[in-house]
């Protein structure tokens, strides 16, 4: 049985039917077969939809700019601040300096204060020397004087 075909049923032509009616609506104004709404819709909504992607790419487009141009006023802003970093150590640099600078001339002033203070005792100590010297020559002449007389 598995060698043996069915045969296929032949199906008869009607030839007395009628043909079929156009299903298709028509154009009111025309009087010609109206264009099917699905594919005008397809088309609408393709037009619709590319539009959109394009007004997308615009608004994607214009936020990649704005980045852009945010991304360089950052950029500009660092630069900005790292200048303003590297005058402050200057500065800092410069008040160290004159600290050390203040601090040597300090020390200098005492230093000489110190030696101004010696030196005035060593001359209040001459300036006693020879007062004591007048004296001394003072008490020789008043003996002279009396030895005279």
Do not use: C, W, Y
């Not at 296929?8 to 109206?34: E, I, N, V, W």
């Not at 005008?40 to 994607?60: C, K, Y």
């Not at 950052?74 to 590297?86: G, K, M, P, S």
């Not at 300090?106 to 005792?121: F, Q």
Request: net charge neutral; hydrophobic share 35%; proline share 4%.
């Amino acid at each position: 049985m598995s060698n043996e075909r069915i045969p296929p049923k032949r199906r008869s032509k009607l030839r007395d039917a009628a043909p079929k009616a156009d299903s298709r609506s028509t154009d009111p104004q025309s009087d010609g077969p109206q264009a099917d709404v699905p594919v005008v819709l397809a088309q609408t909504q393709a037009e619709a939809a590319r539009r959109e992607a394009e007004q997308v790419r615009r608004v994607a487009e214009v936020t990649r700019e704005t980045s852009e141009q945010d991304r360089k006023t950052a950029e500009v802003f660092r630069e900005a601040r790292e200048e303003l970093r590297q005058a402050a150590e200057t500065a800092r640099a410069a008040g160290e300096e004159a600290r050390l600078a203040a601090e040597g001339a300090r020390h200098a002033v005492v230093d000489s204060v110190n030696a101004t203070a010696e030196s005035l005792k060593t001359t209040l100590e001459q300036m006693s020397v020879v007062e004591e010297m007048r004296r001394m020559l003072r008490e020789i002449r008043d003996s002279k004087k009396l030895e005279s007389n």
